[in-house]
């Protein structure tokens, strides 16, 4: 599956006057027979160490999309309910 990032937002909790606080990566993903696409927050920590690397940028998506899938597993019974 090919992870596209599509956007970077900078999140600012302290109001734009202050650095930011974190990142929002958007992303879209394609090459099987579903897709996903949204955002994924990461800490500015997490962002400073992937930034200008788009590789480490998707791999960082594709481990925050690994762990809420994780986080809330689903059964084919509770999906169909």
């Excluded at 937002?9 to 996903?36: H, K, P, Q, R």
């Excluded at 791999?59 to 084919?76: F, G, N, R």
């Amino acid at each position: 599956m090919k992870i596209t990032l599509t956007g970077i937002n900078f999140t600012y909790a302290n109001g734009y006057n202050a650095d930011y606080t974190g990142v929002n990566l958007s992303f879209a993903t394609s090459g099987e027979t579903f897709n996903i696409s949204g955002y994924v927050a990461v800490t500015k920590d997490e962002y400073t160490a992937a930034a200008g690397d788009v590789s480490k940028l998707t791999d960082l998506i594709k481990s925050k999309v690994q762990e809420k899938i994780a986080e809330k597993p689903e059964t084919t019974e509770q999906a169909a309910g």
